[in-house]
Antibody
Framework: EVQLLESGGDLVQPGRSLRLSCVASGFTFHDSAMHWVRQAPGKGLEWVSGISWRGDVIDYADSVKGRFTISRDNAKSSLFLQMNSLRPEDTALYYC????????WGLGTLVTVSS | EIVMTQSPATLSVSPGERATLSCRASQSVNINLAWYQQKPGQAPRLLLSGASTRATGIPGRFSASGSGTEFTLTISSLQSEDSAVYYCQQYDHWPPSFGGGTKVEIK
């Protein structure tokens, strides 16, 4: 059974940092490009960042570029998102996902940025 | 980035009736298009990928068609449990991109 388990979400003040983690199982993580997708309350799905299976291709949405850093550890089947200089508009449920023909998603971890 | 546009934003359909949802891509995505269903408080659930291939466990009343830039999701006989938001998503080009969603309501 495929599982993507996110963690690390929290309530933080603007300007602070958070590190999200995602542990994968049930598929060949080390062969898979992985992504973070977020969903603000009552809104649609927004792609945040993606990383190739080898980690050599990385991209970010303009809204997070320069503030967020994606990384992975294939030996531990883990995906990470370092989030710095957080803003209220970053408040969302963050999903770890393999949004291709397989369509694997975690349940999400909630990040709330508020003073 | 490829822009995905879904229509209508909201669709109200009676039980047993057919629901037809549309998705348009700003450039060709071939058949690398997925449809997701999302209910309140839940993660997106894959319905179909490869434009028309149902995911495991998805009922046969869900079907899809299209290629290139125009795609359609059809729910042939709407059930009460089909009330949800439906998203299309292309995975042909990096980065993956999502439509804004169509909310399906039961009349």
């Amino acid at each position: 059974e495929v599982q993507l388990l996110e963690s690390g979400g929290d309530l933080v003040q603007p300007g602070r940092s958070l590190r999200l983690s995602c542990v994968a199982s049930g598929f060949t993580f080390h062969d898979s490009a992985m992504h973070w997708v977020r969903q603000a309350p009552g809104k649609g799905l927004e792609w945040v960042s993606g990383i190739s299976w080898r980690g050599d291709v990385i991209d970010y949405a303009d809204s997070v570029k320069g503030r967020f850093t994606i990384s992975r550890d294939n030996a531990k089947s883990s995906l990470f998102l370092q989030m710095n200089s957080l803003r209220p508009e970053d408040t969302a449920l963050y999903y770890c996902a393999k949004p291709d023909r397989d369509g694997y998603w975690g349940l999400g971890t909630l990040v709330t940025v508020s003073s | 980035e490829i822009v995905m546009t879904q229509s209508p934003a909201t669709l109200s359909v009676s039980p047993g009736e057919r629901a037809t949802l549309s998705c348009r891509a700003s450039q060709s995505v071939n058949i690398n298009l997925a449809w997701y269903q999302q209910k309140p408080g839940q993660a997106p659930r894959l319905l179909l990928s490869g434009a028309s291939t149902r995911a495991t466990g998805i009922p046969g009343r869900f079907s899809a068609s299209g290629s290139g830039t125009e795609f359609t999701l059809t729910i042939s006989s709407l059930q009460s449990e089909d009330s949800a938001v439906y998203y299309c998503q292309q995975y042909d080009h990096w980065p993956p991109s999502f439509g804004g969603g169509t909310k399906v309501e039961i009349k």
